[in-house]
């Protein structure tokens, strides 16, 4: 029945998703997950809780046993490069460990007691200055906010040059300007990378100021298309239920900074926040 | 023995014209010390971050088994090979190890496959492996010296003791060299860390299995009672004053080699058991560590 719905053709697929089934402990987590993500925007996975997205996003990363098939388009003939931004760290807030520890962690193979290489040292300062965040790099992770975290976390995989880069929930528990600050730098990083991003969401206002593309699922992709044809009322209550107008609804008048609901089409592209 | 370790301890012991120094099994004490205490801090480095002390208290109290199997072993081993002597003293630290790694590794392997939470898997073989113990002793009536593994007794180590502790701190060393970065991302997320490509089981398992074996070797020095305190209190008095995740392995060192030394030479002049001397003396440790972080000025939030 969702087929018809609206599954788009996309032309240029970064990730292709056909027929994808996850079981978790006997229970269909993912039944038969049919998606496309175009290359070089910015692709919303949108949903209820418990709808699977993020296992969809470990199934991308290939860390999930599943059925069907994942196929990534080559890029100059090589698999193109994930970069996974994951929702949070399960780190003890007192522990002494600095962003720089973190980010050279991943830089360099020399453990960080026998010393950080100044050229490691280098490549983490240079990342967190793209994305306008180089003052956190001797802050200590515990004092990070929500915010900040995620855009460490976000530096972190644009140290790897990535083709692709996977965003879990990355607003989530992160204030309005912490919001709109992250939003605004995604927006910078895909004018400038043109790499694809995919990115799981909740958060409608967020959905659809940034998003030029939206899939979404509830244990199976109900529909995906461009944001301004998808989000439609009917679309939102198939998969989030007979409230989900009312939410919908809510989202779009909530926060001055977001002031675009689908109902009156968001201008995707050009979007500003007041901050 | 052989020459030039004869040589060498002799060296060593005009190298340190103490009283303390010049008993064969307080060299041999301070060989072991000098290597033990250092590693376990470093490995509790670890054990700290990743929130893993319970599962090094659930490794050492059964090792209590272990000991236990190898001394329901002895007559059997005695029986068979009736030339080797002394088979209670070469079978239960073997027996010990063995089993230490292997719960270690059972701990591990059912964490991967459920969903429990992991202090509950690990209250479940803890407790399974102390009853299996206290069945064994008391259906066998089985006497051994247990209590040389609930306390711990480093000055009856001799130069073999001196030789395993060495080995192994060479590869507890090599392990923290090559993987450490990459432990600290597994901790973080382990997601994130299998994106960038590590192999995040098998590094579980080889830190869980070297653990284990850290555990199983100091509980001849400080007794299973009171190993973990051996690698956690170092590392949490490093925790309370580092600032930088190298800096907080080095203060643990620091602190773990110094209440090392300095409980082995109180302990013999104060008559008092090595591994409990040493244990209070890291508690001294951290409580320094703690008036220090209380009275340095805190970095606003």
Known sequence: MNRDCCTTNVATPAVTVRDVNVQLAGQNVLSN?????????????????????????KVLLNQLPHT??????????????????????????????????????????????????????????????????????????????????????????????PDILLLDEPVAGVDMAGVGMFCDILAQLQRELKCTMILVSHDMSVTTAHASYVVCMNKTVHC????????????????????????????????AGHSHGAHDHPDLHGHHHNH | MSG??????????????????????MLNALLIVLV??????????????????????????????????????????????PNIQHWDLILPPLTLAVFGVAVGAGITAVRHRTTLPTDTVIGVFFASVIALGIAVISRNNLRGDFER??????????RIDVLITWSLAAVVLLFLALSFNRLMLIALNESLARSRGIA??????????????????????VGLLLVTAMLVVPAAAARNIARSAGGMFWWAVAFGLASGLTGLIISFYADTPAGATIILLAAVCFIASMLASAVRPRAAA
């Open chain 2, 36 to 81: 033990l205490a250092p590693i376990c801090a470093a490995m509790g480095v670890k054990v700290v971050n990743n929130r893993m002390a319970f599962f090094s208290d659930a490794i050492s109290h059964s090792a209590f088994t272990g000991v236990v199997l190898g001394y329901l072993l002895v007559p059997l081993a005695a029986r068979s090979y």
């Open chain 2, 200 to 221: 995040t089981t098998a590094f579980d398992y080889a830190f869980s299995a070297l653990l284990a074996l850290v555990v199983t070797f100091s509980i001849r020095t």
């Open chain 2, 4 to 25: 030039p370790l004869d040589a060498f301890y002799s060296s060593l012991r005009s190298l340190l014209p103490f009283d303390w120094a010049q008993p064969a099994f």
């Open chain 1, 224 to 255: 995906q298309g461009r944001t301004i044809d998808t989000l439609t009322p009917e679309n939102l209550q198939a998969i989030y239920g007979p409230l989900a107008a009312l939410h919908h609804h809510a989202h779009s008048h909530e926060g």
């Open chain 1, 68 to 161: 069907g098939q994942v196929r990534f388009t080559q890029i100059n003939g090589h698999t193109p490069r994930i970069g996974y931004v994951p929702q949070s760290l399960d780190f003890d807030r007192g522990a002494p460990i600095r962003v720089i520890d973190v980010m050279c962690s991943q830089l360099q193979h020399r453990a960080l007691w026998l010393g950080i290489s100044s050229s490691a040292r280098k490549a983490a300062a240079a990342a967190l200055d793209r994305i306008g965040a180089s003052k956190l790099l001797d802050r200590r992770l515990g004092q990070l906010s929500g915010g900040e975290l995620q855009r460490v976390l976000l530096a972190m995989a644009l140290l790897l040059q």
């Open chain 2, 149 to 158: 593994y609930l306390y711990g007794s480093i000055v009856i180590a001799g």
């Open chain 1, 33 to 57: 997950v049919n998606a496309d993500f175009p290359t070089g925007e910015l692709t919303a996975l949108i949903g209820p809780n418990g709808a699977g997205k993020t296992t969809l996003l």
